[in-house]
């Protein structure tokens, strides 16, 4: 293992990310965002969150955590913001890169490798629930915002003790943990929502299916692509039970 808190979570996000930008140049440039919103849920909560922001033609923006890359190739799309990628694994990171023609580093939440009050909005979808290591993400989010800067998140929260079996290496917060973490980071919330996860175009989910069609077909035997559908399955079924809720929020930096 290097730098993920499982390796379920490392070939889910590493491994499987190479896989997914070796089935986009395959099937087209079309297939990009919808397969590279790994975990971002529906374009709904994109909009929601994008709208939120504060953005402008200028804004400098960081994706952290940006997986492969593909909310911040839809704001690249459609609100002609080009993000900044941060994202552990390197599969994810170049393909975001590759795919997106977006800056796009290596790195942890915990250790960002940019300057102090660096940007002027950021999100962070899906990946508070990827760490135990929260209050560090956090403290990291706020020193590169500038004062006044807005923070976007989307975390998948525990309502309640979660039954098995659970997705290995996550983390999931309660919504008050949550709301305790923002306030000692001084990130100031705001506006929150639940997403609603079928929010997406019918085209989105097609051409997110075809991806992974084209992965199985090309990597099915392979134990770390049935690993990573075990892991997103179980994520899936809890979803789907309601015991795990995809909260957004809109925080600022104070
Ligand atoms: C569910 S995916 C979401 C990816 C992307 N944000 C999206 O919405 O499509 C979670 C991402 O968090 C990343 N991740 C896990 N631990 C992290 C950490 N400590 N710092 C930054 N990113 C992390 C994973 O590598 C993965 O790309």
Do not use: I, Y
């Not at 293992?1 to 379920?8: D, G, H, N, R, V």
């Amino acid at each position: 293992m290097t730098e993920l808190e499982s390796e379920a979570m490392e070939a889910e996000f590493g491994t499987v990310a190479g896989w997914t930008e070796e089935a986009v140049r395959a099937l087209g440039p079309e297939h990009a965002v919808p397969a590279g919103c790994r975990g971002s849920g529906s374009e709904g909560a994109l909009r929601w969150l994008a709208d939120r922001l504060g953005l402008t033609a200028g804004s400098r923006v960081l994706d952290d955590g940006a997986g492969v890359g593909g909310p911040a190739g839809w704001l690249a799309a459609e609100r002609g913001v080009r993000a900044v990628c941060a994202e552990p694994m390197h599969e994810a990171a170049r393909a975001a890169h590759r795919l997106f023609g977006l800056p796009s580093v290596t790195a942890l939440a915990q250790r960002l490798p940019f300057a102090d009050a660096a940007f002027d909005a950021a999100w962070c979808l899906g990946v508070l629930c990827t760490t135990s290591d929260k209050a560090p993400a956090l403290a990291e989010l706020r020193r590169v915002l500038a004062d006044g800067g807005r923070l976007g998140l989307l975390v998948f929260v525990a309502d309640r003790p979660l039954p098995p079996p659970l997705p290995e290496g996550n983390d999931f917060p309660t919504e008050e943990e949550l709301r305790g973490l923002l306030d000692a980071a001084a990130l100031r919330l705001g506006e929150t929502a639940t997403a609603d996860l079928g929010d997406s175009p019918p085209e989105w989910s097609e051409r997110a299916d075809a991806v992974d069609a084209e992965v199985s077909r090309r990597h099915g035997d392979d134990p770390r692509w049935q690993q990573a559908q075990e892991q997103s399955g179980r994520v899936g079924r809890l979803l789907a039970d309601g015991a795990l809720r995809p909260w957004l929020g809109v925080a600022t930096a104070d």
